[in-house]
C-alpha cells in the first residue's frame, strides 16, 4: 500500500513563507505527475500546482509568482515552497501522485492534508 505524508503546515503571519514537504512510501515502482491541491470548509478543493516526472510545471493563476512546486524523484518527494502569503491562502494542503506500485497498474493517491493558516 502506498502512503502520501505530508508535513510543513503551520501557523504563519502575513507576508511570511512556508515549505510544504509530501512524501510517498510503499511499493513504489514509479511516479508519474504530482500535485497539490487545497481546500477551505464548504468549498472545493482547488489545484494549486503540478509537476511532471520531468520538472514541468503548472499553477494556479492565484499564486503565480509566489508558489515553487519542486520533486526530488530519488526521495519520491514533492514540495511547494510557500512565499508572499495571504489571510487567502489560508486551507488544508493535499498533495497527490500519480503512482504504479510493483505488478500494479497507476492510480491517484492523496496525502492526508496538512493545515496551512495565515493570520497576525
Known amino acids: 500500500q502506498v502512503q502520501l505524508v505530508e508535513s510543513g503546515g503551520g501557523l504563519v503571519q502575513p507576508g511570511g513563507s512556508l515549505r510544504l514537504s509530501c512524501a510517498a512510501s510503499?511499493?513504489?515502482?514509479?511516479?508519474?505527475?504530482m500535485a497539490w491541491y487545497r481546500q477551505v470548509p464548504g468549498k472545493q478543493r482547488d489545484l494549486v500546482a503540478t509537476?511532471?516526472?520531468?520538472?514541468?510545471?503548472n499553477y494556479a493563476d492565484s499564486v503565480k509568482g509566489r508558489f515553487t512546486i519542486s520533486r526530488d524523484n530519488a526521495k519520491n518527494t514533492v514540495y511547494l515552497q510557500m512565499n508572499s502569503l495571504t489571510p487567502e491562502d489560508t486551507a488544508v494542503y493535499y498533495c497527490?501522485?500519480?503512482?504504479?506500485?510493483?505488478?500494479?497498474?497507476?492510480?491517484?493517491?492523496w496525502g492526508q492534508g496538512t493545515q496551512v493558516t495565515v493570520s497576525s
Open positions: 497527490n501522485a500519480d503512482v504504479r506500485e510493483l505488478g500494479s497498474l497507476s492510480r491517484l493517491y
Open positions: 510503499g511499493r513504489i515502482l514509479s511516479i508519474g505527475a
Open positions: 509537476i511532471t516526472p520531468g520538472g514541468g510545471t
